[in-house]
Structures are given as C-alpha cells and as structure tokens.
C-alpha cells in the first residue's frame, strides 16, 4: 500500500515538516494543500526538484476532497506566534482555522497530526469538529520540549543528545512539565550524576519552555525543528513502530486525566496513539501536571462553543 501524507498549510513550517519527511523516507506520497494555491504548487515543484537527493517520493498539491484518501493528514495552517505572544494567545484565530479542518474530515479514516498551536487545545478542537476516536487525533505536543531539553542537558553533560533519556509532559507551553525524578544518561538517573545539583532544574526548565520565544525574537518563526519532529512521528505512525512518544492527545483517563488534551508518553504505530502510559512522577511532579491540565481545560472553555467561533 502507498503511504500517503497530506499536509494543509504550506508555510514555514508546513514546508519544513515536508522536506524533513522527503528526507526520512516515511512516505510515497506527499501531498500538499495551501489557501494560497499558488505559494503550494511552488513548494511542490521546489521539492520534487530535490528528488535525486532523498529516497523516491511523489509531491504534488491536492484539493480537500483528495486529502481524505492519505493515510496520515498533518495540519500546519493557521497563523504563528509573535514576540513575546504566547502559544494560547493564537488560540481563537487558530481554533477556528481546527474548527473548518476538523469538519471536513469527519469520517476520514485515517490519523490527523495536529502541528499548529496552541496544539493541545487544538487537538480537543478537532475531535469535537470531526468526530474521530481521540487516538488518530495527534498532536506533536511536547516531543519538540523533550527535544531541547535533552539538548540542553547534553550540553550540560558534555553528552549526545541520544545519550539523554528525559521526558517534558502536559501542555506544549508555559506549563509543561519536565519529569527530572525519572530522566537519566547512559541508565545513571540525573540526580545521581556526579555534579548534578536539583538547584540547575528550576532555570533549564524555564529555559525549555521560553525556547521558542527566543527562536521567535530572532528570526520571526520556528520551523526547522517542529518538521523535524513530525516526520518522526509520521515515520512511527506509517511504519507502526510501536515507539513511545510524548504526543499530546485527548485523555480519557491515564494518570487522572480526564476531558482534556496534553501530552503523557503514548505508543504510537499505525492506528494511531491507543494506549497511553502513566510515566513515574514525584509529587511535585503530579502536582504540576494538574496545573498545567487546569490551565487547558481553561483555554478550551474561553473560547466556548465550537458554532461561537465568529
């Protein structure tokens, strides 16, 4: 069977996540769709000129209609963040775009990767519009967190990244939550490496969450990085890895969690994130959570009904 990806939205960052996923060989197909049509049938013919340079892969542009015959639909539309403007301040422009995507893809039968932020209200959004079971509803949620978090503390530990096992859970924003009493390097946990003080995590942890404002002041936009994580997810989900990611999805249940889209580490393959794990948390820790879920059930109600979205 041909993987086919769709992505809708073909800025920065829907372009970035295009040529990440040329370039990791998850797909056959990538298909592209834009409101500015012209801007999409450009990228697409800019990246079909790469095609001597990354494993064989058909791009072209699409209308709607076709999307729903992919096998893993990616939303990169909407507006981005400004300087200094926080992820749930794009929350009523962003959820109206969610709102009209999410209606035209009721009964699609595949799995829906929501990039655009704020993406854990997004993705509660776009259950409610399309009606499809929460586990093919994504969101790259705090796996771009996890990310810079390992980076910073490979930095710090004079390690690879890949050498770093720590997790950044609940909200992708303000209130995401690293899990510090259960990140290690080389299966020595953090707060047994020599040298380490508890006294560093409060700064890295507010230095992982301002991460995106600083790229933002600097260059206008993040891109590069978010592409890079969504093609890592389509490659689990298109090849059914079977990996645990730090996707954000609605939960039903795990650690608590009840009616609200966050990110816990999920196993993610080909029906989408079905079964979420309850990841090892100090107190402290489960606290945070609460909190960071208490500030996204207060999102999702500020903008009220989905029909009230002028």
Known sequence: MQRKVGIIGVGAVGASVAISTLHSGAADEVWLHDR?????EGEAMDLAHGAWFYPACRVRTVDMQAMRAAQVVVIAAGRGGRPEETRLDLLRDNARVARDIGRMLAGFGGTVVMVSNPVDVLVQVLVEASGL???RVLGTGTMLDSSRLRQMLGQRLHLSA????????GEHG????PLWSSADAGSVALR??????RSQEPKLAEQVRRAAYEVIQRKGYTNHAIGLVTARLLRCLLRDEQRVLTVSRWQQGAAGLQDVALSLPTIVGREGGARVLEPAMDDAEQEALARSAAVLRAARASIGALDALA
Request: aromatic content about 8%.
């Open 162 to 169: 890949s050498s770093v096992h720590a997790q950044v859970v």
């Open 192 to 197: 047994r490496w020599p040298g380490w003080k």
């Open 133 to 135: 079971p929460p586990q």
């Open 36 to 40: 500015d049509a012209a801007r999409a």
């Open 174 to 177: 303000d209130s995401a939550v």
